[in-house]
């Protein structure tokens, strides 16, 4: 049992809110996911040029500042130092760079593996710990965050370790996040498709698979609804799935629909929640269209 928050907010004056409205509906999941949690928060987008890298250090010290050093010296070239810059959050931070992001992401992984790549895009930041919900929204003061949408999840571990690796949301590609509610029966069977094709693992939590084939159909060329679509047969076992992309938010829930999830849309926002406790603070709620996603039917919103 994991809890799912999603929040999309239609109004540009609510931007500046986001964090603020968000945090009351991950810590009402908090009972649905005790172990960990997870955010992704689509902010203004960097320019084309660049990429944001979201990176986690975990228990491993670390001097940013130090590392930014290191980023400039490797990736001089043509840029300059103002093209490398740094944000950190504790343990985390967020890296812009113009820099060509693969590059940087091998570059990372051989000099400092202590440190985590948790999300790369143009308007993608991700932090995900363990703990409990209020502990980790507080630690990265995410009522302060602002952005168009968020995807969150408090998670229940039931099949893999507890570790922040572990915890939701993933990503793959670029600006792609995913958080899942359930269980799958076939992730080893869609690894082994998926790996010769060149798709890379990180851990062997069942959601990394959902999230690793639909990396793999979007490289193909499908649209993100339609690799849902083909999701539908090759993911077997229960889902609600809720994702994240630059422009998007998107729900879907697997033929069986037993795991919870419920929508309320107003004129200012669209939020999602496993439960509707996890709603009741938001403003005009009383006012606000509620339904819950039918079976094998995809919603999506853009910004």
Same mark, same amino acid.
């Given at each position: 049992?994991?809890?799912?928050?999603?929040?999309?907010?239609?109004?540009?004056?609510?931007?500046?809110?986001?964090?603020?409205?968000?945090?009351?509906?991950?810590?009402?999941?908090?009972?649905?996911?005790?172990?960990?949690?997870?955010?992704?928060?689509?902010?203004?987008?960097?320019?084309?040029?660049?990429?944001?890298?979201?990176?986690?250090?975990?228990?491993?010290?670390?001097?940013?500042?130090?590392?930014?050093?290191?980023?400039?010296?490797?990736?001089?070239?043509?840029?300059?130092?103002?093209?490398? @810059?740094? /944000? *950190?959050?504790?343990? %985390? #931070?967020?890296?812009? +760079? &113009?820099?060509?992001?693969?590059?940087? =992401?091998?570059?990372?992984?051989?000099?400092?593996?202590?440190?985590?790549?948790?999300?790369?895009?143009?308007?993608?930041?991700?932090?995900?710990?363990?703990?409990?919900?209020?502990?980790?929204?507080?630690?990265?003061?995410?009522?302060?965050?602002?952005?168009?949408?968020?995807?969150?999840?408090?998670?229940?571990?039931? @099949?893999? /370790? *507890?570790?922040?690796? %572990? #915890?939701?949301?993933? +990503? &793959?590609?670029?600006?792609?996040?995913? =958080?899942?509610?359930?269980?799958?029966?076939?992730?080893?069977?869609?690894?082994?498709?998926?790996?010769?094709?060149?798709?890379?693992?990180?851990?062997?939590?069942?959601?990394?698979?959902?999230?690793?084939?639909?990396?793999?159909?979007?490289?193909?060329?499908?649209?993100?609804?339609?690799?849902?679509?083909?999701?539908?047969?090759?993911?077997?076992?229960?889902?609600?799935?809720?994702?994240? +992309?630059?422009?998007?938010?998107?729900?879907?829930?697997?033929?069986?629909?037993?795991?919870?999830?419920?929508?309320?849309?107003?004129?200012?926002?669209?939020?999602?929640?496993?439960?509707?406790?996890?709603?009741?603070?938001?403003?005009?709620?009383?006012?606000?269209?509620?339904?819950?996603?039918?079976?094998?039917?995809?919603?999506?919103?853009?910004?």
């Amino acid at each position: 049992m994991c809890g799912i928050v999603g929040l999309l907010v239609k109004k540009p004056a609510l931007r500046e809110r986001l964090g603020a409205l968000m945090v009351p509906m991950l810590t009402g999941m908090t009972e649905r996911g005790p172990d960990s949690a997870g955010l992704a928060v689509y902010t203004t987008p960097v320019s084309e040029r660049q990429h944001k890298l979201s990176l986690y250090s975990g228990d491993h010290p670390i001097d940013w500042s130090a590392l930014l050093g290191l980023v400039c010296k490797a990736f001089a070239g043509e840029q300059k130092i103002a093209d490398h @810059e740094i /944000a *950190v959050h504790g343990n %985390h #931070a967020v890296l812009t +760079t &113009a820099a060509d992001a693969d590059q940087v =992401v091998a570059w990372l992984k051989r000099t400092v593996p202590t440190v985590a790549v948790l999300s790369v895009g143009h308007s993608i930041d991700l932090y995900k710990d363990v703990g409990a919900p209020a502990d980790i929204a507080k630690r990265y003061q995410f009522d302060r965050l602002r952005g168009t949408h968020l995807v969150g999840h408090t998670r229940m571990a039931t @099949e893999s /370790a *507890v570790t922040p690796a %572990h #915890a939701h949301p993933f +990503t &793959a590609g670029r600006d792609f996040c995913l =958080v899942h509610n359930g269980s799958l029966s076939n992730p080893h069977l869609v690894r082994k498709h998926l790996e010769p094709l060149g798709i890379e693992f990180e851990t062997d939590n069942d959601t990394e698979a959902a999230c690793r084939f639909f990396e793999w159909r979007l490289r193909e060329g499908d649209t993100l609804e339609q690799a849902v679509t083909r999701g539908f047969s090759e993911l077997d076992g229960f889902f609600t799935f809720l994702m994240g +992309t630059e422009k998007e938010l998107l729900i879907v829930r697997d033929a069986f629909a037993c795991k919870p999830a419920v929508v309320a849309e107003t004129d200012d926002y669209v939020a999602i929640a496993s439960e509707f406790r996890s709603l009741a603070h938001l403003p005009d709620i009383g006012h606000a269209s509620l339904f819950e996603p039918k079976p094998e039917e995809i919603y999506s919103w853009r910004i």
